[in-house]
């Protein structure tokens, strides 16, 4: 089982996602544990501060290291002691490295995820050294971290055993044979909709055909 751990200042948003669809039926088989951990539960002092105004001046806030610290340090503490156990922290941020499916099949080989939400103008720089990498979920920027933790999650998640239904599922989707491949158009009923008709080969029951047909229309689909 691959544990999830999730630091950010909204954690029912974590929780909503993760407690539906797939995510939700692998945790309930025990394949997978999320838990979303408040930065602010690591803050000192009355008002819970996770985040101050930058050295130097500049606009916005920065999340402080010392709440980010305290909550690497206890989420890693309890597991430490197994034999063996891979546990990476990672930060979610526009300056990671852009994520895509053979990393987050990597990604599946760890026994934990430490995952940092960023809000705010960023993290303070320190923080760096307390993570093990960087990820980017693309070239534009979003409010917060949550978003980008679900999507590693999800993707990592699907590379477990069982947590997708069909065994050849991974294989035939898109970007899983290699980055480049596209998966192939595929219909269901009604046959004919509106004029437009399902592929005859589909309906030959002549599976080789079928099966060269889709490798046909997946080399197509990603020119």
């Known amino acids: 089982m691959i544990q999830f751990d999730i630091i950010t200042i909204f954690p029912e948003l974590i929780e909503h996602y993760a407690n539906e669809s ?7 088989k ?8 408040d930065l602010r539960d690591f803050t000192i002092g009355k008002h819970k501060q996770v985040d101050d105004r930058p050295f130097g001046g500049g606009p916005g806030m920065i999340l402080m290291v010392e709440p980010i610290a305290k909550a690497i340090n206890k989420i890693k503490s309890k597991p430490s002691t197994r034999s063996g156990y891979k546990s990476r922290v990672i ?3 526009p300056a990671g490295k852009t994520f895509d499916q053979k990393m987050g099949k990597r990604l599946a080989k760890y026994d934990q995820l430490i995952l940092l939400s960023g809000r705010y103008e960023g993290f303070d720089a320190r923080i760096d050294k307390l993570v093990d990498e960087k990820i980017s979920i693309g070239n534009y920027v979003l409010a917060g971290g949550e978003l980008p933790a679900m999507i590693v999650t999800e993707v990592v998640a699907r590379h477990i ?3 997708v239904g069909h065994k050849d599922a991974l294989a035939e989707e ?3 044979p290699s980055p480049d491949y596209v998966e192939y158009p595929q219909y269901t009923r009604p046959e004919n909709y ?13 599976h080789k055909k079928i099966s060269e047909w889709r490798q046909k229309m997946a080399k197509i689909r990603k020119i």
């Not at 025990?30 to 951990?37: C, D, S, T």
């Not at 509106?194 to 002549?206: A, D, T, Y």
């Open 91 to 93: 930060m979610l941020t």
């Open 174 to 176: 898109t970007f899983g």
């Open 161 to 163: 055993p069982s947590v």
């Open 22 to 28: 797939i995510l939700k039926r692998a945790q309930e």
């Open 194 to 206: 509106k004029g437009q008709k399902v592929p005859e080969i589909l309906l030959s029951g002549n």
């Open 30 to 37: 025990k394949l997978i544990q999320i838990k979303a951990h």
